[in-house]
């Protein structure tokens, strides 16, 4: 399947600072990322849609301006975590569509466990 | 009630067991479905696809789907103590669209 790399796989950082994730795609273009958020032991919440030269598309109740999200090109999409605060502790994943023999599909990032003391 | 329900487990069975992992849903809209694994601290890595009702096999693994009752299932064959993840169900109603999972369940083979 198509590769898709993320980093950091984790990241711990001070109350108040900003952190940036990054997701590329490896061996495709992908004109959509998705980021998600993961507690532990419940399922993937979809935070927004990334869309490569445009504005991401947040879900309900996702703060725009603590989470800003740049997809500049057809490879990469980096996800921001603004002031970062100890609730905002959690595994962030990314995720693009590719092409493969069936259609089109929806591949994962490695995830980035994010502690903020 | 959720779009998509997942038993949570754990379900613990024994090497070489037959597992079956199994999900329900609401949205009759659903026509991709598809299963993940995800190894602690990783992200999913999809293991099966498959379009509209029907049965998918891969190797140790196959997925059914029966639009009809609403219920999709993945069968693990043979289980190895590597296959202990949690196994995801996810679904969307159109290709490549926004995925709705299921919460998961944790599965655990042992020696």
């Known amino acids: 399947g198509a590769v898709v790399s993320q980093h950091p796989s984790w990241v711990i950082c001070k109350s108040g600072t900003s952190v940036k994730i990054e997701c590329r795609s490896l061996?495709?273009?992908?004109?959509?990322m998705f980021w998600y958020r993961q507690f532990p032991k419940q399922s993937l919440m979809l935070m927004a849609t990334?869309?490569?030269?445009?504005?991401?598309?947040?879900e309900q109740g996702v703060e725009k301006d603590k989470f800003l999200i740049n997809h500049a090109s057809l490879t990469l999409s980096t996800l921001t975590v603004t002031s970062a605060h100890p609730e905002d502790s959690s595994f962030y994943i990314c995720?693009?569509?590719?092409?493969?023999?069936?259609?089109?599909?929806?591949?994962f990032g490695s995830g980035t466990q994010l502690s903020v003391l | 009630q959720k779009e998509v329900e997942q038993d949570p487990g754990p379900l613990s069975v024994p090497e070489g067991a037959i597992v079956s992992l199994n999900c329900t849903y609401s949205?009759?809209?659903?026509?991709?479905f598809m299963w993940y694994r995800q190894y602690s601290r990783k992200g999913p890595e999809l293991l099966m696809y498959?379009?509209?009702?029907g049965n998918k096999e891969d190797g140790r693994f196959t997925a059914q789907v029966d639009k009809s009752s609403k219920y999709i299932s993945l069968f693990i064959r043979d289980s190895q103590p590597s296959d202990s993840a949690t196994y995801l169900c996810?679904?969307?109603?159109?290709?490549?669209?926004?995925?709705?999972f299921g919460q998961g369940t944790e599965l655990s083979v042992k020696p």
């Open positions: 996810a679904m969307s109603p159109n290709q490549g669209g926004k995925l709705i």
């Open positions: 498959t379009y509209s009702s």
């Open positions: 061996d495709f273009q992908a004109t959509t």
């Open positions: 995720s693009a569509r590719a092409l493969d023999r069936d259609g089109e599909k929806l591949f």
């Open positions: 949205n009759s809209a659903f026509q991709y």
């Open positions: 990334s869309n490569e030269g445009s504005k991401a598309t947040y």
